[in-house]
């Protein structure tokens, strides 16, 4: 089942639409670089396309019906759209749902201290990364502090030109003959992730008096206490823009494309959307990376609870309908698949791999070991889609992830199972994941939005 490399068969209409959107993403991932920050902007593109926030529309009493588009955003980091169809609603929605948080090491609560005169933020990673990667680049610090009365401040250091940007150092190679002896997993170890911020002393200050001149520049220019620390959440990710890579530009290279690949494409489709007869919905969820947890992630009853507030706000609710119209769903659960690298060929299985610009990637299964902890897709589900897929000419491929026990993964998608619904686990193939910058194919990006589109309008 060879599938062919879809580049040579596109038509200069084809290459518009997949620059145009391309373009469009690596906006999307220079404004996004937090799950609160892609809230943001996702609610700034949807409200440009007419959608309305639901927690007005119920205060104001007003029926939705067929043709109308709303959105329900929560604490920030997540975010569930709805596009009315003509069709009733207790048949069912087509579902997207992808998710918005990725890798990155967080600040921790009590993170500022002075070692020999150079100030550091202390951090904790978040998500699994290989430690030994962050270290020697630029970092760029993005967040919100909450402060006791009630105001949030906003910030985002490093991505501007003429912004500083912070460091985690590494042992110089002159000296690193024992280091270079450790375990990869030992190089650089999870407490070593010390953001350097500092090195000028604050006059007449005698002790920590280079963290005590970081403390007077965060009062200066965000008005924060250093107890102010304890509540905020400051992420450092990796600084600068997502770049088109390659001497053909045939690739992005950016952070965080785990996976705002999937939920920016996903979110093109839905805001594209003209007329519908199912209710089409795209979720996207916060704290995926970490076990789907917490009130933003998948498994918590925020989803439930809005599609609930919908049925009422269209004089359609009852605890049975509810039921119904989940069971009725169907959804595509996009996360990104790990794509071929033939530097790293043996972790691969060659026949059930995702390679570049052969399409969206379906995983049947995902998990570890024997299928562990996977959403196994039914037969039926994926000939149905084979159906919607073929029909529209969109470029697909099947995978899965790396050589049978080599590892493994999980996604949402036996989360929204768990509702009875059909799901299957589909995305974007990646490669080297996780890292703080990670490759695309501008085409699969192309062939996701497309397929994306074809699964709506069925
Ligand atoms: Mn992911
Ligand atoms: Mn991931």
Known sequence: MERKNVWTGYT???LAELEKLNKNYRQFLDKGKTERECVAETIRLAEKAGYRSLPEVMKSGEQVKAGDKVYAAFMEKTIALFHIGTKEIEKGMNILGAHLDSPRLDLKQNPLYEDTELAYLDTHYYGGIKKYQWVTIPLAIHGVVAKKDGTVTNISIGEEEEDPVFCISDLLIHLAGEQMEKKAAKVIEGEALNLLVGNIPLKEEEKDA????ILKLLKEKYDMDEEDFLSAELEVVPAGKARECGLDRSMILAYGQDDRVCAYT???????????????CCIL???EEIGSVGATGMQSRFFENTVAELLNCMGEYSELKLRRLLANSRMLSSDVSAAFDPEFAASFEKKNTAYFAKGIVFNKYTGARGKSSSNDANAEYIADLRRILDKKGVAYQTAELGKVDFGGGGTIAYILALYGMQVIDCGVAVMNMHAPWEITSKADVYEAKRCYTAFLED
């Open 12 to 14: 200069k209409k084809n």
């Open 210 to 213: 280079v963290k005590a001149n």
């Open 266 to 280: 996903s979110l093109e489709a839905m805001l594209d959307l003209k007329k519908v007869k199912r209710t089409a």
């Open 285 to 287: 969820v916060d704290k």
